[in-house]
């Protein structure tokens, strides 16, 4: 059903719009293809306002996690005890100076690149460092602004990309300082936000998922501004799923950290808050078959996934400490120590996601929702209602491909639902 709390964003379809989805895995993570993932749900999202609005302006901000950015020389992450932490996740380096300093940011092959935003930060003893498109020739960014240490920058060039870019802290003459948070692509040079009345329609996606990240780390506790970038884009509407959050086992922080975001973006944006489907818990059987001095385990009943290598067990015959190492099937797993005897007996496989706090979690977004007057997707109650409660169910029924992240099916049926909860079902 359409909700009726996302007035910002169901505005005339021929106008440009911004839309932000903030998460963590479930939202982005360069492993989703060894999943089985070609499409998640915020591509597919993307994809649908492609077909209802015209073509999209551009491919959204890209962080300093995603794998299109390389390194070389001294950079070093900057520190929430610096007053310029201001980029998503903590995501940006500073340069330590030297013209071997570089970063190179290589364009994805499916995207068209006519014009990019370069954000980036100004810091203590910023220079007026260089950039060069496709190895031509370097540029200068200009000399630092007086009074803006610390600021989130946007650089607009209004240039096409055909391979990448690259950049020096350097200024042509002498080794200088910077600090670079992320880029975003754009289709075409009209598209570039404040381009006046040509600028093209539709809607540019910002996806800002990070896996293995929290809105913990989304929203830390910071001397810089952690949310600025929200700021810059000016948004019509923003997501939030995260499913790491319970990890610690904190959801009064948690639902401090949504507030700080509502809050933040009340002035321009609607936000639509999602609550995950559930994970997988810790469990145990009674039929784990060991053998002395080998570091396999059998179990039936434990239906051994990817997910559990890294995971604590304990048992019968199972030493003090051992976890899993690897995942050979379903049924067979392989120890990081050998088994102290032989026979069948019980197994305990250890998680930090019960199904008490992850529910805890959940009621505290309901509840946030309903009074900071966002728009609300509960993807448990959605699941349970398809194919019965847990993560069990949804697993039986295919939607989840471990214990932790969803199917392409599972995708598919996010996307169908946040697109009902926009009104572009």
Known sequence: MRQERLRRWQRPPNGARDLVCIGDSITYDRAMLRTGVRLNWVEQLATRLED????????GFRGMWRDEWKRTGGWTQIATSDAFDVAPFRQAYLSAGADADRLVWTKPAALTVTAFELYWVQTPGNGDWQFRI??????????PAPGATAELQRLVVDRPVQVGFEIRAYDGGRPCATAVVGVAPYRAARSVPDAGPDAATGTVVHNLGHANQMLAAFCRESQGDPLAVLDIIRPQLITVLFTNDVRLHDARRFGRDLSRVVERVGPYADVLLIAPFEQRAPRGVDDAETTSGSDVV?????????????TRIGGDNIPSGTVVASVQSIDRATMTTAATGSGVGELTIEGRREVEIQAEYRDTTKRLAATLGCAFLDLYDAWSGRVGPGWDAAYAAGLMVDGL?????????????????????
Do not use: C, M, Y
């Open 405 to 425: 992240h969803p199917t392409q099916l599972g995708h598919d049926d996010i996307a169908a639902r946040v697109k009902e909860s926009l009104g572009l079902a």
């Open 52 to 59: 209802l609005n015209g073509p999209r302006p551009g491919d």
């Open 134 to 143: 496709d190895n031509g020739d370097w540029q200068n960014v200009g000399p």
């Open 298 to 310: 059998s179990s039936t009943k434990a239906v051994f996934l990817a997910s559990d290598v890294g």
